[in-house]
């Protein structure tokens, strides 16, 4: 038999294609050196192979198994995709070329073969990449120069709502503004693609049943070897949640800085939760001293809020209740399967509510002030958008709860004395407004109590020690008044109160309270004695409560004026009293500017011996308008000297 491998080598060794000689056995008589690298087998091993080994029958379809079951049948498909097995047990694909041979009247087979791995490579990045487009949960479309849509995947088609078949051809404008073609979108398109880098533009659209969508858009243009815009590539995101999402969070800010109260910023975040997830209903419940109420909500029935109105924030409280006494989310995935709160699910099952999830509001300190609570009409668990609602607004909420707590403490303090927390003059002006406003069934009075010569007890004893003393005082009237009388310290040594009691209580009172001031202060040691004095009016109907307030402190000038450590009642004498007064002393300084008082001096006589001893010195004031006035009128408006001489005043 003629050697036909010697006369062929030097010509097949040159070729970079593997090749292979076998007869119709199916031996392998030679294989190149490129077919020796390929398979691993080295020349002399390749030589005593056979093509079985190389190739099993299952990978080579076609043979003819009565010839050589191990190569495709004669005639058949001039190249085949197959796998080579290469002697390391590695599979290779390759592309398998046959050709028959004849020589001196012998047949023998010609085989090359073609490395396909980088093929398989670049179809199956292809396969993946088809893959991933299809699977995406991210719209991708590709645009042609036109901005016409060539390709849209499965995603994009389920966000709009409509067949992918729809699409192609579609212009861009259509597809993402609506049927109106957005120009002002197109316009900030074209702008970008100018710039030929890839950008990012959010543009709003329809999507199932006319729902309002926002997708983000990123574009990346793709140029021909030429510069040319040859094709457009856009990853579609559906940023709808995010942007809702966003902008209830942007309102409710808003709100706080709008100073909003907290019902009504929480029943706008209900409401609008509801908005952006209309399969639940939203609930906020607040705990007040271990006792719920509703905070805020949306569409939830009355029946339901009042069924929970007043219950212990505990275990027994529901969902929201156990959520506020455990700090702990509560999920109750189906409502009628539920034991606990028997009377609270029967409320809930009579308005459909199947589920809910109650999630604890915690504030920065660490207490627990309220519950969110999202109910469902069907059962299950709250999905993935819930949960993100819920985890920003319990933030929101939580901002809101401290900003309202923070005002009411700004509030409380601008009310409260510092020394001894008693309410201001401020809560005692807005207090008596409210009064006005609003008439109590029975008369108010207004009792004012002011210390006796407090001055010399602070220059005695020091600011501090004073101090001491009135937050013990303070401590004795408060024990010392009944009901709903109401202590105020209006300022330094002032103290007043508002009482509904009758004249004969009222007097019990001040009596109660003159006595108290009697008792000695003892403070670091030192006994002190002090004294009082107290005013008292009683409001009348259609009078201004200023008025009241004023008649108080002329009825305390009053029991000054008698001689301190005492009590007077307003009455309207006092006013007359108190204007003479006023309109004297005014006079008496006008008097004494124009030089308009005289002296006259009166013999002192020693009745003994009936000489004289000295001479006493008056001052008589005959005014044009008064008339001769009497020293015993004028001579008390002359209170304490000041740095120019002797003050004239109201002496109290």
């Known amino acids: 038999m003629p050697d036909i491998t010697q006369i062929s080598s030097p010509l097949l060794e040159k070729l970079p294609l593997a090749l292979m000689m076998a007869d119709r056995a199916g031996h392998v008589l030679y294989g190149n050196a490129r077919a020796c690298a390929m398979t691993g087998y080295s020349a002399t ?92 949960d991210r719209g991708i479309v590709v645009l042609d120069a036109q901005y016409r849509i060539t390709h849209a995947n499965a995603a994009i088609a389920a966000m709009l709502g409509v067949e992918r078949d729809t699409l192609h051809g579609a212009p861009f404008g259509t597809l993402l503004a609506g049927a109106e073609n957005d120009i002002g ?64 969070q942007r309102d409710v800010v808003e709100a706080l800085t709008d100073q909003f109260s907290l019902r009504e910023m929480l029943d706008f975040m209900c409401r609008r939760i509801e908005l952006i997830a209309p399969d639940c209903m939203a609930v906020v419940m607040l705990s007040t001293g271990g006792v719920l109420h509703a905070g805020g909500h949306g569409a939830m029935p009355l029946p339901v809020l009042q069924a929970f109105e007043g219950l212990e924030a505990g275990t027994a409280g529901g969902a929201c209740g156990t959520a506020i006494a455990t700090a702990q989310e509560v999920v109750v995935p189906d409502l009628a399967a539920e034991k606990r709160w028997p009377a609270l699910r029967a409320v809930v099952a009579e308005h459909a509510l199947a589920a809910e999830w109650a999630v604890p509001i915690i504030l920065r300190n660490g207490d627990v002030a309220g519950s969110f609570s999202l109910y469902f009409r069907t059962p299950g668990q709250p999905g993935a958008w819930h949960r993100r609602i819920v985890n920003a607004c319990v933030h929101l909420a939580m901002l809101a709860i401290e900003q309202q707590r923070s005002r009411e403490s700004i509030i409380r303090l601008s009310y409260t004395d510092r020394l001894t927390s008693l309410p201001n003059r401020l809560w005692l002006n807005r207090r008596l407004n409210e009064l006005v406003a609003r008439p109590p069934a029975t008369p108010l009075s207004i009792m004012v109590i002011d210390l006796d010569r407090f001055r010399k007890i602070v220059q005695a004893l020091g600011q501090g020690r004073a101090d001491q003393m009135l937050l013990e005082l303070a401590g004795r009237l408060r024990h010392g008044i009944v009901g709903r009388d109401v202590l105020v310290r209006t300022e330094g040594d002032e103290f007043v109160v508002l009482t509904t009691q009758d004249a004969t209580d009222i007097t019990h009172l001040a009596e109660r309270i003159l006595h108290t001031l009697e008792e000695p202060f003892t403070i670091d040691g030192i006994p002190i004695n002090i004294s009082g004095s107290i005013g008292i009016s009683t409001h009348q109907d259609g009078q201004a409560v200023e008025e009241t307030l004023r008649q108080a402190y002329t009825a305390l000038a009053q029991a000054k004026k008698a001689g301190r450590c005492c009590y007077r009642f307003f009455h309207p004498s006092m006013n007359r009293q108190a204007e003479d007064h006023i309109i004297l002393a005014s006079a008496l300084r006008e008097a004494i500017a124009d030089n308009r008082l005289s002296l006259v001096y009166q013999p002192q006589v020693d009745l003994s011996t009936g000489e004289l001893h000295g001479v006493e010195a008056l001052s008589r004031w005959n005014d044009a308008v008064l008339g001769m006035v009497s020293p015993g009128r004028f001579i008390p408006t002359i209170v304490w000297p000041d740095s120019r001489g002797y003050s004239i005043g109201l002496k109290m």
Do not use: K
Not at 46 to 71: V, Y
Not at 93 to 101: A, F, I, S, T
Not at 189 to 209: C, I, K, N, S, W
Not at 224 to 238: Q, R, S, Y
């Open 45 to 136: 091993e390749l030589a005593a192979t056979r093509l079985c080994r190389l190739f099993t029958q299952n990978m080579l379809p076609g043979a003819d198994a009565a010839a050589t079951p191990d190569l495709p049948a004669h005639g058949a498909t001039p190249s085949h995709c197959t796998t080579l097995r290469r002697r390391d047990g590695l599979g290779l694909p390759v592309r398998l070329y046959r050709e028959n041979l004849e020589w001196d009247g012998v047949p023998y087979e010609l085989i090359a073969l073609h490395d396909r791995t980088h093929e398989e490579l670049v179809r199956e990045q292809a396969e993946i990449s088809a893959m991933i487009v299809q699977a995406t």
């Open 185 to 248: 979108t197109l316009r900030q398109f074209r702008a970008h693609l100018a710039r030929r880098t890839g950008f990012e533009v959010d543009v709003q659209t329809r999507g199932p049943q006319g729902v309002e969508l926002w997708l983000r858009c990123a574009v990346t243009p793709h140029y021909g070897d030429d510069g040319t815009l040859a094709d457009i590539i856009i990853i579609i995101h559906d940023i709808t949640h995010d942007r809702q999402l966003r902008n209830l």
